[in-house]
């Protein structure tokens, strides 16, 4: 399984991006993906998910009402629509898989991307 994200860069403060993670082949009847991030000198943290067989979604406290979750099952894409960002959003987001039927907060994943830069100005 390859995951490979798209679609980071700079934006200002209020401004919005959307974030793509391309899978290859996920060869699992029932996967969920994450969106997580990490800012320099900071923890890695679980930005969404989204779960395969039913579509159920989560979100961090931190970016609820502002970022939202979607997929393209048929183009195997899980895309992440981030609205009103601010520059404590500034990270580098990663997408990642788990075969397994719905997200749970504190899963390890086992297929990453290498990471999308994210950059917001004030």
């Known amino acids: 399984v390859q995951l490979v994200e798209s679609g980071g860069g700079l934006v200002q403060a209020g401004g919005s991006l959307k974030l793509s993670c391309a899978a290859s082949?996920?060869?699992?009847?029932?996967?969920?993906i994450g969106w997580f991030r990490q800012a320099p000198g900071k923890a890695h943290e679980g930005v969404s998910c989204?779960?395969?067989?039913?579509?159920?979604?989560y979100y961090t406290d931190l970016v609820k009402g502002r970022f939202t979750i979607s997929s393209e099952k048929s183009e195997n894409t899980v895309y992440l629509q981030m609205n009103n960002l601010q520059p404590e959003d500034t990270a580098v987001y990663y997408c990642?898989?788990?075969?397994?039927?719905?997200?749970?907060?504190?899963?390890?994943?086992?297929?990453w991307g290498q990471g999308t830069q994210v950059t917001v100005s004030s």
């Open positions: 082949a996920l060869l699992f009847d029932n996967y969920v």
């Open positions: 990642a898989a788990l075969p397994t039927m719905y997200c749970a907060d504190g899963a390890s994943y086992d297929y």
């Open positions: 989204i779960s395969s067989s039913d579509g159920s979604t």
